[in-house]
């Protein structure tokens, strides 16, 4: 039997309401879907003590547990009178990305909901933020909010990236502005839809850093080429001409500039597996976590 699909809220270990709660009620409220809230908790402290007297270490855990588990239940009922569906729960565990998988395994979910965690740059160095996990293996949509002034969004901006030369990661860009389209008509919101040309990049991976200067001409057949490509994805989802955006220059300051001055309250982008070099210095999508004035909402491709 098919299962309702339904939203999963990552809750933190502490015991606080974060912005991502309202989002996800007001999201859970604009979906019509119910919502299932987690809290991962785990100390290093207890688990290591643990090893030396397991009985008495057993009872603290759990009323640790407990009264975590008694805090959610009430943010849950107190959610479930606003005639949301909603259920909750406590999990102790050390690597909560695998445990995320096996809600996803387990349960048909339609979006994960997490806030963003501030992880200082030289701790990013030595092991992967559970954020980045999501963006870059979770095969479910995730949103992580830096902030909620506005619960429900009420300015949501697509970024696509028409450099994609393969055919699935073209029509990626067509599930991109889709989902961007969704949330904004499921929102009430407004769609904006943006692509930053950094044409001296795509010049430079072209033909090879070193190479000569841009010869006459190329250019602008290199931009206009670009242009072409937006606006037939505009086109062809019905994007009208005041709501697309072509910005020339570095991506992660334009994008960044463009959510400020456009007052954006969710950035829908494509992210894709990364490996080598490219994963150890993060992708455009891990740094505008770290950079971006609005919270993020990351598709896949799907699965082949």
């Not at 479930?80 to 096996?102: D, M, N, Q, R, Y």
């Not at 389209?181 to 499921?186: E, F, R, T």
């Not at 692509?195 to 841009?214: E, N």
């Amino acid at each position: 039997m098919l299962q309702t699909p339904r939203l999963l809220l990552i809750a933190p270990s502490t015991i606080t309401r974060t912005p991502a709660f309202e989002r996800a009620a007001a999201l859970a409220h604009a979906m019509q879907l119910p919502l299932h809230i987690v809290a991962f908790n785990y100390l290093q402290a207890l688990a290591i003590a643990g090893l030396f007297a397991p009985d008495q270490i057993d009872r603290a855990r759990e009323g640790y547990l407990d009264t975590h588990r008694h805090w959610l239940t009430a943010q849950a009922d107190s959610m479930s009178k606003h005639g949301l569906a909603v259920t909750s729960e406590v999990v102790w565990v050390h690597h909560p990305f695998e445990e995320i998988l096996h809600f996803v395994n387990e349960m048909s979910l339609a979006l994960i909901i997490k806030d963003a965690e501030d992880v200082p740059a030289l701790k990013r160095v030595f092991f992967t933020p559970l954020d980045w996990q999501l963006l870059r293996d979770c095969p479910v949509p995730v949103h992580l909010v830096t902030e909620a002034r506005h619960p429900l969004p009420r300015k949501v901006l697509a970024i696509v990236d028409v450099l994609r030369s393969e055919e699935q990661d073209l029509v990626f860009n067509d599930q991109i502005v889709e989902a961007a389209a969704k949330l904004a008509s499921q929102c009430n919101a407004q769609l904006e839809l943006l692509h930053v040309y950094d044409w001296a990049a795509v010049y430079a991976k072209d033909m090879g850093y070193g190479a000569v200067p841009l010869v006459s001409g190329l250019y602008e057949a290199l931009n206009e080429a670009q242009h072409e490509a937006f606006a037939g994805l505009a086109e062809r989802q019905g994007i009208a001409v005041e709501q697309r955006h072509f910005i020339e220059g570095v991506p992660l300051w334009n994008i960044c500039n463009f959510a400020h001055d456009h007052q954006i309250d969710v950035i829908v982008m494509g992210t894709v597996r990364h490996a080598g070099l490219d994963k150890l210095l993060g992708t455009t999508a891990e740094s505008l976590l770290h950079n971006a004035p609005c919270s993020m909402w990351a598709i896949k491709p799907p699965r082949g």
